[in-house]
């Protein structure tokens, strides 16, 4: 069983910060997924890296594939109440089995 | 489209009981996946088909069984009820080509297993 290492596990932090989160696996993957979930919802689809050393940008939001394939970070610009919640990574290995990791609960404070 | 639907939304059942939950998608999607999401452990893969009259086994799938006898259904049973299995069940699907790549999460149903 492939495992994904998220850190950290909870953040809070003011409104306006920056902030980086991140995913770590012993394994290559073939591609990463980042979402974001709210209280009582489910996951929604943030971003998916394919190549080594990838960067995509979403408005305040950067998302790093590392060059090994083997890690990934969420890094968060200006911070806002908005971006509460539930940041999860997940790796797929293979074609059909898609593995999260533990997730990180980030709080923006007003 | 309403997407991904998920009934019943709560559930509490005893243990030894058995029950289904129900999860549809009128994406016409090809792949649909069951996870269950504990604290601090994510989502664990349960079960998954990547199309009708296919299912194979995930992470965790003892205690539970699918079926997929259509694009657009795929129920998860549980076979008799423990404590263990109290969670929070989410399905999810993904368009043909795309395997658990873009996938797309029902709301969820929150089971209590007393």
């Known amino acids: 069983t492939q495992l994904l290492e998220q850190s950290p596990q909870f953040l809070s932090i003011q409104e306006g910060e920056n902030l980086t989160v991140y995913c770590n696996s012993s394994s290559v993957f073939s591609s990463l997924q980042w979402y974001r979930q709210e209280p009582g919802e489910g996951p929604v689809l943030l971003v998916t890296v394919v190549t080594g050393g990838e960067v995509k940008k979403l408005k305040r939001l950067t998302f790093q594939f590392g060059d090994a394939r083997k890690d990934s970070s969420l890094h968060i610009t200006a911070a806002q109440p908005g971006d509460t919640g539930l940041y999860l990574c997940a790796g797929l290995f293979g074609n059909e089995k898609l593995t999260f990791g533990t997730g990180t609960r980030l709080t923006i404070i007003p | 489209n309403a997407g991904v639907t998920q009934t019943p939304k709560f559930q509490v059942l005893k243990t030894g009981q058995s029950m289904t939950l129900q999860c549809a998608q009128d994406?016409?999607?090809?792949?649909m996946s069951w996870y269950r999401q504990d604290p601090g452990m994510g989502l664990r893969l349960i079960h998954y088909s990547v199309g009708a009259g296919i299912t194979d086994q995930g992470e965790v799938p003892n205690g539970y069984n699918v079926s997929r006898s259509t694009t657009e259904d795929f129920p998860l049973r549980l076979l008799s009820a423990a404590p263990s299995q109290t969670s929070v069940y989410f399905c999810a699907s993904s368009g043909q080509g795309q395997g658990p790549d873009m996938q797309y999460f029902g709301p969820g149903t929150r089971l209590t297993v007393l």
């Open positions: 994406m016409n999607h090809e792949y």
